[in-house]
């Protein structure tokens, strides 16, 4: 029985995704980068050691990575302080809905663990995650299984029994990978034939899985 959900959390849980482009954009602007598209979709659901090796892939050993990462994460943490981490819609929902009909309830995201925290502590969902595993705990994050493999193994599940809800490529390639139901939500990026092929259901909203999951359990 499939009672287990693993949620990555940017562009899932929290409307991040949109803020980090602009954040992206504006940092590489004022460091005179150049047009960093590429490189923002790609590291999306990267851990920053892989998003490191990406972009220097994409734009040469000499990239001046740490300097850009650090410049956009100060930048996004003002964003957030001045305007709120903003949530996306039927967050609420689907999470009172899981915990009282006791389902386990985990989360799997490759951002670092402070700020994992501090988003989920501002906005008063810490507790709703039996466990909650960041991109520092495992040497190479999203689309490789790890995340999701440790996250179960700390919920004690099999990762057949368990569904993945992300919104990203990297994300749905990592829960497959790693054995899980992969299902999609789409944020900024659309998935492809090949994702597609991964899926184990795809929504536009959380309130439209959380009347899956309601309908599916009536059956």
């Given at each position: 029985m499939t009672n287990t959900i693993i949620f990555?959390?940017?562009g899932v849980?929290?409307?991040t995704e949109r803020i980090s482009y602009e954040c992206w954009a504006e940092v590489a602007d004022a460091m005179k980068?150049?047009?960093l598209g590429e490189g923002i979709k790609g590291c999306v659901g990267?851990?920053?050691t892989d998003a490191e090796i990406l972009m220097g892939n994409l734009y040469g050993k000499d990239f001046p990575f740490e300097e850009f990462s650090e410049t956009v994460h100060a930048l996004m943490k003002r964003r957030f302080l001045e305007e709120?981490?903003?949530l996306k819609e039927g967050v609420k929902e689907i999470l009172e809905y899981l915990t009282e009909n006791g389902y386990i309830v985990g989360l799997a995201s490759s951002t670092g663990r402070g700020s994992v925290m501090e988003h989920l502590e501002q906005t008063g969902l810490t507790h709703y995650f039996r466990t909650i595993v960041t991109g520092d705990m495992v040497e190479h994050s999203k689309p490789?299984?790890?995340i999701y493999l440790k996250a179960c193994e700390e919920l004690g599940v099999s990762p057949v029994n368990a569904i993945a809800i992300e919104d990203s490529p990297n994300g749905i390639r990592s829960a497959y990978r790693a054995g899980m139901k992969p299902v999609m939500v789409p944020d900024m990026i659309e998935p492809t034939a090949e994702i597609?092929?991964?899926l184990y259901g795809k929504f536009y909203s959380l309130l439209d899985v959380v009347d899956y999951i309601k309908n599916r359990n009536r059956g």
């Open positions: 990555d959390m940017d849980l929290f409307d980068l150049g047009d990267l851990n920053h709120g981490v903003p490789n299984p790890d597609e092929a991964m």
